[in-house]
């Protein structure tokens, strides 16, 4: 249920309203805030599959009986 | 020349890695060696062939093209709510297709729906309804060829010429190596396009005088500075998009290429990859696409920015031909290739453009989908292989290749709508309301047949009523036009891009409707047999 709980929060910080009409700063000098943003949501992304992986990996599955 | 030359090499390479692959499976052919590769793929292809296969033209040139149009919006839009949504699931729903065609030796999702929901016509119109859906992207990867090559060529190779080789290119090696052939190219295609995108980026910024440089002037110049910032569209727009990638794991391409893995613990890398996969091609894409604006000394993005200007000043005036006239010649589809064209080294174009040519063509796999549903969901079911053999299926199959490859092409040649739209308005729109029968098969046990053919009439009558809406209400060249208003509320309205339903893609009604649909008909429909429930519960 937490698990659940954490991935609607992880996927209500995609919708971030507080950076709609931002364009600066510009980060490293050139990505725009809000593009900068996004693609450190993704990388954050990978990070919450590892955990996932790590904890809720469905192995019951991994044993075809065909 | 010597662009053209490089991405000829590229094309007679995955035509003769396609053969190989023939060659190496006449021993053990069969149709399961041929259309799921022996259910043999190792992880590291896998991870890229299933990445390659997601990577179609749209991710490259549809990509680039609407953030020239849109600016930053892009990304946000498609690559990070698909790097969140497609691991996920493959993580919930990938895993048990695997699992669940292991065990009961499943090749297609609508084997598995007849199966599971004790049906055998309604698994023939789930059928249907996916394969109709499934052509327009396949229609993407045909003309994203066209345009491609045209643009490298710099005109030498027209349009319906270049669409023509990469439809034979594609045809080829489909047909000669199968799911083997196909996930050997695409990963080759992934590793091209993941070296090549970065080079691309710091490739141009340099010609172009440095991105902070480019940026800058964006931030002073008030026309462009909206592009750096999402305020061309609405949050809601922005929420509503974040079902197209539920479409993913409902593509049949995509449950079929999950039933190719050898283990299970293949899907663990790549669930993890994937995001990372995501932000390695899109953001460059998108980066510049958006950069684009600022390059005007390129003849052909001078003339699409002259054509945004110009129907800016006067587009209500003009009537609906000069506009889609000049929305034709504002569309960004090539940006990415006319960047590179022009600040890029004349090798370097050729290796770049040969990276496009691999993203374009990850079509393939979805022209294997369809002969694979057609000859397991319709040949075999029907008694073909049963009366015939299993190597009249297989030959099947590829006759099946043949002839979708020359319809698409032949549609290809007469839409000249832009491909992001295309695809995304038909095929992504309809495969996220169909994930729910996804959903219900797997983890819901009252659901039933009977909801499973609410869900895919609903999904149909929705895709047609919107493309007829579109196609009889022209978009408009200002704000979206109203066409019901209920209580001063916008119901339905017709923007430049497509439909809206109260100011959201029609995606979000038509997968809501989905849900709602079968969980309704199911709970008043009988439920499948115990024996049944309990191969999969």
């Known amino acids: ?66 | 020349m010597i662009p053209l030359a490089i991405v000829g090499l590229y094309l007679v390479t995955v035509v003769y890695v396609g053969v190989f692959a023939f060659r190496r499976a006449e021993r053990k052919a069969g149709a399961e060696d041929f259309f799921l590769a022996g259910r043999s793929l190792g992880p590291f292809v896998f991870v890229l062939s299933l990445f390659g296969t997601n990577m179609t033209a749209f991710s490259i040139l549809g990509s680039s093209g609407h953030a020239f149009t849109n600016g930053i919006v892009t990304y946000g839009l498609m690559a990070s709510s698909s790097a969140l949504i497609i691991p996920l699931s493959l993580f919930f729903i990938g895993t048990r297709i695997w699992s669940l065609g292991h065990r009961h030796g499943f090749m297609t999702p609508v084997q598995m729906f007849r199966d599971r929901w004790e049906c055998g016509h309604i698994g023939t119109v789930i059928f249907a309804v996916q394969a109709i859906l499934l052509v327009p992207y396949i229609i993407v990867g045909v003309m994203g060829g066209g345009t491609t090559l045209a643009a490298l060529s710099g005109g030498l190779v027209p349009y319906w010429a270049g669409g023509a080789l990469v439809a034979l290119v594609v045809m080829s090696y489909v047909f000669f190596g199968g799911m083997r052939g196909t996930a050997w190219v695409n990963t080759l295609q992934t590793l091209m396009f993941l070296a090549f995108g970065l080079l691309a980026m710091v490739v141009v910024g340099v010609g172009m005088g440095g991105f902070g440089h480019v940026f800058s002037e964006m931030l002073d110049t008030p026309a462009q500075a909206a592009l750096l910032t999402r305020e061309r569209v609405s949050p809601w727009y922005f929420f509503s998009y974040t079902f197209i990638p539920l479409s993913s794991i409902a593509f049949p391409h995509i449950g079929i290429f999950c039933l190719t893995a050898k283990k299970l613990s293949h899907f663990k890398r790549t669930v993890v990859l994937y995001p990372i996969c995501m932000l390695a091609i899109w953001l460059p894409c998108v980066f510049l696409g958006v950069a684009a604006n600022r390059a005007t000394e390129v003849p052909a993005i001078k003339a699409k920015l002259d054509a945004r200007a110009t129907l800016a000043a006067g587009g209500p005036a003009l009537d609906a031909a000069a506009r889609d006239g000049l929305r034709r010649t504002a569309s960004g589809d090539d940006v990415m290739l006319r960047l590179v064209e022009h600040y890029a080294p004349v090798w370097l174009i050729g290796l770049l453009g040969a990276s496009v040519m691999a993203a374009v063509m990850a079509s393939d796999s979805q022209i294997l989908a369809l002969s694979t549903m057609f000859t397991e969901d319709v040949f075999t079911f029907y008694g073909g292989t049963a009366r015939f053999g299993p190597n009249v299926q297989v030959q099947m199959g590829r006759l099946f290749v043949v002839l979708l490859t020359l319809v698409a092409y032949a549609i290809a040649l007469r839409v000249p709508q832009s491909i992001f739209d295309l695809a995304s308005q038909f095929a992504f729109a309809g495969y996220s309301a169909l994930a729910p029968l996804l959903a219900a098969a797997l983890f819901w046990r009252r659901s039933t047949k009977w909801g499973a053919l609410a869900v895919v009439v609903w999904v149909a009558a929705g895709i047609a009523a919107v493309a007829a809406i579109q196609m009889h209400v022209p978009a408009p060249a200002g704000p979206p036009t109203v066409l019901w208003e209920v209580g001063g509320l916008a119901v339905a309205s017709r923007a430049a891009a497509g439909l809206l339903v109260f100011n959201l893609l029609p995606v979000v009604p038509l997968t809501i409707g989905s849900v709602l649909l079968m969980w309704l008909v199911s709970i008043a429909t009988p439920a499948p047999g115990p024996r049944t429930l309990a191969r999969y519960f």
Request: hydrophobic fraction near 60%.
């Open chain 1, 1 to 66: 249920m937490l698990t659940a709980l954490g991935l609607l929060v992880f996927f209500a910080l995609h919708q971030d309203v507080w950076l709609w009409r931002e364009s600066r700063p510009l980060v490293f000098g050139v990505l725009p805030v809000g593009l900068a943003y996004h693609a450190a949501y993704t990388l954050a992304v990978s990070i919450v599959m590892a955990v996932l992986v790590r904890l809720y990996w469905p192995s019951h599955l991994e044993e075809p009986d065909r």
